[in-house]
């Protein structure tokens, strides 16, 4: 069985969240966001490593807040760059040995399901590296800077990206060493790969598979959650924890 380490970016700056809380750290349905992306690779058998990246300027918040769950969840911390590259590269650099694949997920996609996870873990075992997307089914406008329709695009073959993105270690690990000498912007960790000349194969994900970025989709994720046979997890987040807080 190959073995999968999970990068879990949580160190941008929430600038259209709009909130006291940054997005990782606002309450979903009675846990914080990070938790509820995070506690599906935690008990995987092919899980070895989880590793969580945030800014050295929420430490003394996450320490005082998350320090038991993170010691029940063998979660690794680790602190995050300027730019989201540099928080994956940090986490990069403290993988173990015996990890295989390395799959990228946003600590703000709460709402992915453990079917997703190992639909995308297989493929990427399979292909060398896979990702999450949606095709697109909606037709796509291009709008100049007025927001006047310039063209109408052709939607065929035309996916959206999603979270997990699952790569070979040494795929992974040879990008972000080239990176620097590739074509910019890069946007995601598939574009990367892709410009050092590898292949991402697309496996369909969910529209319930959500990104928050807004204080309005907390309510969006929150009823997707609750329509779910069972959303809590298997045990409690951490030692004291008590079945009130859930």
Not at 56 to 85: C, K
Not at 93 to 121: I, M, Q, T, W, Y
Not at 199 to 224: C, F, H, Q, R, W
């Amino acid at each position: 069985m190959p073995k999968f380490a999970v990068i879990v970016p949580a160190a941008g700056r929430s600038s259209r969240f709009h909130d006291k809380e940054k997005k990782p750290f606002a309450s979903l349905d009675g846990r914080a966001v990070w938790l509820r992306s995070v506690e599906l690779f935690v008990n995987r058998p092919d899980v070895a490593q989880t590793i969580l990246v945030i800014s050295p300027d929420d430490q003394d918040l996450f320490e005082r807040r998350y320090r038991a769950n993170i010691v029940f969840m063998n979660v690794q911390v680790v602190h995050g760059g300027a730019e989201r590259f540099d928080s994956v590269a940090n986490a990069l650099a403290k993988l173990k040995p015996e990890v295989d694949f390395v799959a990228v997920h946003d600590a703000v996609r709460p709402c992915l399901s453990s079917e997703l996870v190992d639909s995308v873990f297989t493929a990427a075992a399979q292909q060398g590296s896979a990702m999450l997307a949606l095709q697109v089914t909606d037709t796509v406008k291009q709008a100049d800077a007025n927001r006047y329709v310039n063209a109408t695009m052709p939607r065929e073959g035309l996916w959206l990206a999603q979270t997990p993105q699952v790569f070979r270690r040494d795929w992974l690990v040879d990008a972000y060493a080239r990176r620097q000498s590739v074509p910019q912007p890069i946007t995601d960790d598939a574009q990367l790969i892709e410009a050092v000349g590898h292949k991402v194969y697309l496996v369909p994900g969910s529209s319930n598979n959500i990104k928050i970025t807004t204080k309005e989709d907390l309510l969006l994720a929150k009823a997707i959650l609750q329509s779910r046979p069972d959303t809590k997890p298997k045990g409690p987040i951490h030692p004291f924890a008590e079945d009130k807080m859930w």
